[in-house]
């Protein structure tokens, strides 16, 4: 079978072997439409690339380690780039290399293409499923075309993909990924037409931005939108946005610019123009029968079409169906950069002046109704942060994963989360306050006699006691209950474990860390080089503010938390059963990122009428590298932190940056919450201590005492024989 | 991660769709492992198998008793990594005799009715296992154990 077939041969091809994509551009070519010259590389090369490579197996292992049910989408997200890492580092078959790169030097050279996805899945009658696969823009010279055509491959397992696997009915055996190598037509004006307008099927909506189509569909930049009617084939609205900017091609791949004046007056296209491209999608739907949504360009003042595909809706959410939500997490670069620059300079600061501000109240001295109104204003104050944080903070996450998916590709590293090790050392909040700790811990360490005296009288010498009230006074709220004197307790005592063992500095790897990103900028020049220093710092940024937040808003928590047990303190002093809505002890869940299920969901049934069950290896996913035995210690509430003994492992629920101060006296972290940038794996990974994420019903599966290897390179947990 | 009542669904469907087991026999500290047709008791608690008494394995069950099988579902493609599932099942064997053994043959070529001529020659010894448990491997590395209730 043809690995790489001619556009103009394509058209009486299966959709299984060339893909949607390919197969509607085919046919549009033979009805006369103008499209730009292309080349297909086919779903058998796809084949032949994965058989040779054998990654159907890697990709069902990768995919099979947990029931797809229990995966949270960060789980996906790290499976997807995991899949992705494994593409880049598959070498070509010498002789399928050899047949698609002279294809694709004959016919291109050295000019321009886009390489755009065409799987035979993603452009069916009744389902589309536009944007789960990727495409790249302004590729140059046969190597480089073919490093994205493997790219692309990868992306039949995107994380965008793998929610919608069910539909796409996704196997490692039976799919397959064609890919389209597009002549790039120099586009000045491009958009999109969709046959029929979503909202009123009497008209139709044409959309028009200055430079290449990429800003319009990944919402970078705000589209001319027209208005047409249906019927009569004319205009009736135009809505004009403020038009800032372009998406032109760079020096490889595309760069978003300003736009200039001259340009940002006009409308990208005249009124007869934005009713010829609409005529254009009327000319698709009679050739194909369905109204098409259509993108379009025009390059040297002719209409080209870049792709069609039948106007369908996505399948109808089935009401609990989050994954809309997810797709939206995927910020551009620009949109990043903007969000940074709200939560440094907005958000964080109205959040601490906030928590400042309910600091400063004094709780026992608020009558009784007082107290009552406090509590709903903090309350109130924990839901709208709570929402931000779900809207705004969340999102900033995907700069640390476009860095990664980033780095990977320029990389092509052994170990699929090599960079995190560059975001490291950025002077988190929470490894700030860890160092406070540690100074403390040093000093009980070098004096045993001050040691003796805080294990006694739970007090130490003045110069001690300074230094433990500057870590309550700028770090108290993030112990959760350390407000309390029974939270003051448990943090002496831990500071006493802490002392009896020798210090564990973090960020180790902050001197490697300079070697490293002089090795991943030194394989970039120019431009380029500016955009990967960007990218980097983006990322550093976000990697460090998304544990900030989590920090501010436990801040938040703990506040809320203090009142309620203020007002169950005076409900118990009267003798009357507790108040409080939480109750006295903060627990876990109410510390929980928000996006997490909460708690640690509902136990699973350990035992049947003729069986008992007894776990004895469990497996999730490699979130810190190392190996490490000893007892467990399962966590449930904050105060069972205190609890904690150097060198148990740690087993919660899910870690939040508000509980990492434990961290550093564990032998390693397991929590059921999966995914390699959460919190726990993060600080785990900051002090070289072996974390493994994503083991389902964890703190009901271990009992605190069983005695657990944690395999950090492998992601399995197993429990010794009891 | 599966619990209790889903794990005995895979082991009861591995012992329902696999005709074959490795057994795993002993003698004098040296491990031998044969291939053998098996048939489950419904409430999973024992399985039997057959055997001609001339074998290694008779004779070593005759020192130990004590055995280890191995049933599985796998298909020797590359998937099984990821979609095999295995159950190491763990026990006592011993030979029927009387009534039990006329049980015990019933159960055995209800499975295999092709064995019949097999299982009924007289030099044939007919197995009961008594489970311990059921060590369950599912997706590559995921194991829990079934343990018997007496």
Redesign the interface.
Known sequence: MKVLLPIDRAAGEERALVGGKTLALARLGTAGFSIPRALCVTTEAYRRFVESG?L???I??E?????FE?MRWEEIWDAALRIRTLFDRTAWPVTLDQELREGIRSVFGDRPVAVRSSAPGEDGVTASFAGLHESFLNVKGPAAVLDHVRRVFASLWSDRALLYRKELRLT??GSAIAVLVQEMVPAERSGVVFGVSPSDPDQAVVEAVWGLNEGLVDGTVEPDRWILSRGAGTVISHHAPVREKRVVPGPAGTVLSNLPQALSARSPVSEEEACAVFRLALEAEAFFGSPQDVEWCFGKEVLHVLQSRPITTRPAPDGSDDRSWYLGLKRSFANLKNLRARIEGELLPAMGREAEAQASVDLPALADGELAEEIRRREAAVRKWEGIYRDEFIPLAHGVRLFGQFYNDAVAPEDPFEFTRLLSGTGMLSIERNALLDDLAQRLRADRLLAERVARDGKGDPDFESRAARLFRDYGDFFGSAGSEAGRKGILSLLLEMSRRPAVPPGESAGNGAAMRDRFLSRFGGEARDFAVELLDLARDCYRLRDDDNICLGRLRSALARAVEEQSQRASGRGRDGAGRIGSGVTIETLNDPSSPPGGGSP????????????????GHPAGPGFARGPARVVRETADLFDLRAGEILVCDAVDPNMTFAIPLAGAVVERRGGMLIHGAIIAREYGIPCVTG???AVH?IRTGDILSVDGY?G?VTRAEA | MEDAPALERIVRELLASQRLAVLSTETRGMPYSSLIAFAAAPDLRTLVFATPRPTRKFSNLSENAQVSLLVDNRSNREEDFAEAAAATILGTARETTGEERESSLALFLGKHPYLSSFARSPECAIFRVEIEAYYVVSRFQSVSELHVRR
Not at chain 1, 604 to 619: G, H, I, N, T, Y
């Open positions: 054998g159907h197996g890697a069902a292992r995919l099979g380690r947990k029931r229990d490692p055996a699973p049934v350990m035992e049947s009428a003729s069986f008992l069950q007894r776990d004895r290896q469990l497996v083991i389902p019903d599966r492998l399995i």
